[in-house]
């Protein structure tokens, strides 16, 4: 193993899904500095971090938009400060309008927001990422005679299979067809990538009007929490229990259809 210190970058870390994933690899991994950005909410950022070093772990976080090259740049640029990138978490994400928006109302300009943060921007990230762990010496893994140089997860949705939100879904479905052009060159030079498509988690993107229509369509009956998303994430990472996993994409929904699509 490297002596060099590690890094693991997560995207939309100040909050939500992205925060529990924070704080899961800060435990997971606590020689490791865990990299994320915030894009408006400096002070939930800050509490973020504040948290994982009282419980003995190392984070870092940034101001950038994830939706830009810019903004991958002066993201990636600030975890370079902090020694070898072995891991990236694709997690920022909007939702775009809320509730039932008619065709004739969405705009280019939605089109264009929403596929930025949920699709440019995993892009943009995984482009950074391979550049680096393309660099690294790879790492002696069971079952691995080439080593390992590093892993990415995408988190998705299950709206890319039910189609709603439109525009999010779609956003979403492009994100998991990225995966499947990437897997197999990745895979040749001792990088993984896998996705987790989430249910419908208990944060602010999910209002309790949502929950309600869909709630019958859940056969476990509620919403889940972030740290299982978190669980779920640190399992693509580790590079011991998921050795000879890629390209998979994991449904964590509570058995809400599309059900488990993984692969």
């Known amino acids: ?27 997971d991994y606590p020689t490791a500095t865990i990299v994320f950005n915030y894009f408006t909410r400096e002070a939930e950022a800050t509490a973020v971090a504040a948290e994982v070093a009282a419980e003995g772990g190392k984070a870092s976080f940034i101001q ?26 694709n997690n920022a994400g909007i939702l775009g309008p809320e509730g039932s928006v008619a065709l004739e109302d969405l705009t280019a300009e939605d089109f264009q927001q929403l596929f930025a943060v949920n699709t440019l921007g995993p892009f943009l990230c995984i482009q950074e990422a391979v550049k680096r762990m393309k660099a690294l010496a790879p790492q002696p893994v069971r079952g691995r005679a080439a ?22 879904g779609a956003s979403k479905a492009a994100l998991n ?9 990745l895979g040749k030079v001792g990088i993984r990538l896998n996705t ?14 949502a929950f309600a229509a869909a709630a019958a ?18 399992f693509f990472l580790d590079e011991e229990k998921s050795v000879f996993t890629s ?17």
Request: aromatic share 4%; hydrophobic share 40%; proline share 6%.
């Open 1 to 27: 193993m490297s002596a060099t210190a590690s890094v693991y970058v997560v995207t939309g870390g100040s909050r939500g899904i992205g925060k529990a994933i924070v704080k899961k690899l800060a435990k």
């Open 64 to 89: 950038a938009d994830v939706g830009t090259p810019a903004g991958v740049q002066t993201l990636f640029m600030h975890a370079d400060g902090f020694g070898e990138l072995r891991g990236l978490v």
């Open 147 to 168: 080593g390992a140089r590093g892993s990415i997860v995408n988190i998705s949705s299950g709206s890319a299979y039910i189609g709603k939100p439109l525009l999010y």
């Open 177 to 185: 067809s990225l995966q499947i052009g990437l897997v197999p060159d």
């Open 196 to 209: 987790i498509s989430p249910g419908m988690i208990a944060t602010d993107m999910v209002t309790d009007e």
């Open 217 to 234: 369509s859940i056969p476990m009956g509620r919403m889940g929490e972030p740290e299982n998303i978190a669980d779920a994430t640190a």
């Open 247 to 263: 390209g998979a994409n994991l449904r964590v929904s509570g058995g809400r259809p599309p059900g488990s699509v993984i692969g």
